[in-house]
């Protein structure tokens, strides 16, 4: 029973799985970068921790969760456009977003204590875009870049 229910929910259970590792990822390198840069450069240090999470994503999200097999340069050369499109939208909003949080609603100046971790605004204000990005970037993946057709 707990086979059939996996592999009936195998692809989101999948999406779930990667997309967490792409999130963690992404925030990662954000603190990183964050911390090296400064947080006024907090759009910037977005745009690098993007780079390597679209990678990540490209790469998990062909092989494993949607499972597009195909290496047909055709394939691959729509596949890519398409993800970076989708991609380069999502970070638009976010871009957008974490602008708008950050220098109109100074939500950076936000800090939440959990235990002994103490999380900054910049870094509370991608978690919540961060929420808003997978939510786009399943839609586009599934019923655009990777969906299934028959002559792949």
Do not use: H
């Not at 964050?34 to 994503?57: C, E, H, P, Q, R």
């Not at 919540?128 to 599934?142: D, R």
Request: glycine residues 6%; charged residues 15%; aromatic residues 14%.
């Amino acid at each position: 029973m707990i086979k059939r229910l996996f592999l009936k929910y195998k692809e989101i259970i999948s999406y779930v799985f990667f997309g967490v590792l792409t999130t963690v990822v992404n925030l990662v390198s954000f603190k990183i970068f964050d911390s090296v840069l400064g947080s006024k450069m907090y759009l910037l240090t977005n745009i690098i921790s993007w780079v390597l999470a679209v990678i990540f994503a490209y790469i998990t999200n062909k092989l494993w969760v949607f499972e597009s097999k195909s290496m047909k340069p055709n394939v691959l050369l729509k596949e890519i456009a398409g993800f970076l499109g989708a991609r380069l939208f999502s970070l638009g909003v976010e871009e957008a977003g974490l602008w708008t949080m950050i220098d109109l609603l100074s939500l950076d100046r936000l800090s939440i204590s959990i235990f002994s971790l103490t999380i900054g605004g910049n870094m509370i204000v991608k978690l919540i875009l961060q929420v808003i990005v997978v939510i786009l970037n399943y839609i586009f993946s599934k019923f655009i870049i990777f969906a299934k057709k028959s002559d792949d």
